[in-house]
Structures are given as C-alpha cells and as structure tokens.
T-cell receptor, first 116, second 113 residues
Framework: DTEVTQTPKHLVMGMTNKKSLKCEQH?????MYWYKQKAKKPPELMFV???????INESVPSRFSPECPNSSLLNLHLHALQPEDSALYLC???????????????FGPGTRLTVL | AQSVTQLDSHVSVSEGTPVLLRCNYS??????LFWYVQHPNKGLQLLLK??????LVKGINGFEAEFKKSETSFHLTKPSAHMSDAAEYFC???????????FGQGTTLQVKP
C-alpha cells in the first residue's frame, strides 16, 4: 500500500480565516513533506519533517505553520493567507535511509486551496 | 548545480501509437531519477525510478525508461498510447547533495482518438 491521504480535497477561505490541511500515511515512513504547486508548474518544496522534527523550511512565510504530531500525521496550519497562496498543496512521504530522508517520495492527491 | 530539462512542453500522439517523452539531466555522476505522472486535479503518481541497478527501467502501465549516461538522458517511452495516458509528466532527479527533488518543467501528453 503506497497511499497518502489528504483532507480536505478542496478548501475556500478568506484572508482572515484560520484553517488546517491534514495529511496521513500508514506506510511506516518517517519523512513527510509539504509542497505547493501552482497551475502548469512543477511542485515546490515547502517543508520537510524527518522523525517528526522539522528538517527543512524553504523560507516559507510564517502564515504557513506545519506540525507533525506523530509519525503518521502531518498538518499545515493556515492563517491570514493572501490570494497568491491559492494553489494545490501536496503532501508526500518517504522512508528514511541511513538517517537521510532521501528515499522515493509518494504523493497524496492534494488539497486545492482558494484564498478569496 | 543539478538540473532537469524536459525537451518538450507538449506532446500529441494518436491512440495506439508510441509515446516518447524526452528528459535530460545534468550531473557530475549518476543520479537517482524518476518519472511521475499527474492527471488533472490529482497528485503525483510514481511511474518508475532509476537507482543504478539497471539502465532499462520498467514502470507501471506499460511505461519504461532508459538511462543513458553518455547522453545524460532518461527518456520515457510506451509502445502504444491509451486515452487514459493523457496527463502531465514530470522527470525528476534527486539532488545528491541535499536529497531534495529537482523537477523538470513538465510535459503535457495529449492522446487523440
């Protein structure tokens, strides 16, 4: 089973709202990722968690706040977003090999976010 | 710096004809390479991966890719296109320094009946 699930599928929010995206995997992967994908573009890495600790933050604005409460769950908390943050948000997970989160990544279906 | 170049932004084929999606990479040594497919409004699905075990890699749904070090290429092929193959295809390398994925810009495959 190589399934990564994401909820919700679609989300519409105002610029003053607070919302959260959720990602879950039960493959025993210890690395999890958030990507942002704009239309007709490849995904862009936002955050990497390895063993539930934040390993990489690609200079993402603080209005995006990731959280990894356990090895199966990854959340992305959203607050005071801008219209340009509208995009497809993808979660991925992978094994950690020899202490490095460099194994094959498996992606979820994404959450389509629209900020009004 | 490592980079991935997909040589065609758009490829159109007729159903039942062969598919060729071209990808070149730049690296000083053999990288880990992947092809992912993304259907409209969906996530990325792994088609196949190269990790130096064999130069010809077979993937899902009849796709395969050949790693050619001398040409720094990793082209994706399929003998006979199906309508369900219409999607966006990404050639991806894994950075040997950082472990991050380096994406090509994507190729849109159109399959005509």
């Amino acid at each position: 089973d190589t399934e990564v699930t994401q909820t919700p599928k679609h989300l519409v929010m105002g610029m003053t709202n607070k919302k959260s995206l959720k990602c879950e995997q039960h493959m025993g992967h210890r690395a999890m990722y958030w990507y942002k994908q704009k239309a007709k573009k490849p995904p862009e890495l936002m955050f990497v968690y390895s063993y539930e600790k934040l390993s990489i933050n690609e200079s993402v604005p603080s209005r995006f706040s990731p959280e990894c409460p356990n090895s199966s769950l990854l959340n992305l908390h959203l607050h005071a977003l801008q219209p340009e943050d509208s995009a497809l948000y993808l979660c991925a997970s992978s094994q950690v090999s020899q202490g490095r989160w460099t194994d094959t990544q498996y992606f979820g279906p994404g959450t389509r976010l629209t900020v009004l | 710096a490592q980079s991935v170049t997909q040589l065609d932004s758009h490829v159109s084929v007729s159903e039942g004809t062969p598919v060729l999606l071209r990808c070149n990479y730049s690296s000083s040594y053999s990288p880990s390479l992947f092809w992912y497919v993304q259907h409209p409004n969906k996530g990325l699905q792994l088609l196949l991966k190269y990790t130096s075990a064999a130069t010809l890699v077979k993937g899902i749904n009849g796709f395969e890719a050949e790693f050619k070090k001398s040409e720094t290429s990793f082209h994706l092929t399929k003998p006979s296109a199906h309508m369900s193959d219409a999607a966006e295809y990404f050639c991806v390398a894994r950075s040997s320094n950082t472990g991050k994925l380096i994406f090509g810009q994507g190729t849109t495959l159109q399959v005509k009946p």
